[in-house]
């Protein structure tokens, strides 16, 4: 969310914008505030002054958007952008999952069956992705190119040795114009 929300900062008109974003995304609570905010006691959670408790990633991507009107989920192609930016959040949310079943499961209790089926949904997405089927790769900048340029970043961050790219010309190239931008490099993350 990070290259999110550095295009959210940079379409915030006023300071005063950004020092309410800034402010609402620095938010730390503890654990018993994340729980009464949340009642998954997941994050990310985002605690509003207005709007209370909001979760789930693309729900707070929404309100950012709304909040400082970056248009980042244009009517004219609304389903599409919103198509692209869940097959995007479900590439990592399979790809997370993996991560999360090798570091917190005792060795003996992981599935290496389960981490391949996951690794597979990410592939098939990746594939789709390559053959060009999803328009709102192209246009204007939207949340679902950001979502989908998040997804691929972790990959290569936790997965590099899938070598995702191998096969994907298109989608790698696509990927590699789209980490030029400047937000794209300004929250590349620390090892």
Known sequence: MGSFLSSIFSSAKTK???????????????ALDLKAANPLAKLPTLITEDSGALFDSRVICRYLDDFAGSNLYPKETLWDVLTLEALADGIAESAVSMV??????????QSHSWIEAQWAKVEQALDALNAGDFSA?????????????????????????????????????????????????DTQPDG
């Open 100 to 109: 999360y079943e090798l570091r917190l499961r005792a060795a003996h209790e």
């Open 16 to 30: 005063r914008e950004r020092e309410k974003i800034s402010s609402q995304c620095a938010t730390r609570t503890s």
């Open 137 to 185: 790769l192209d246009g204007p900048l939207n949340m679902g190119q950001l979502a989908l340029a998040c997804s691929l970043g972790y990959l290569d961050f936790r997965h590099q040795a899938r070598a995702w790219r191998d096969g994907r010309d298109q989608l790698s190239a696509w990927h590699h114009r789209f980490s030029q931008r400047k937000s794209m490099l």
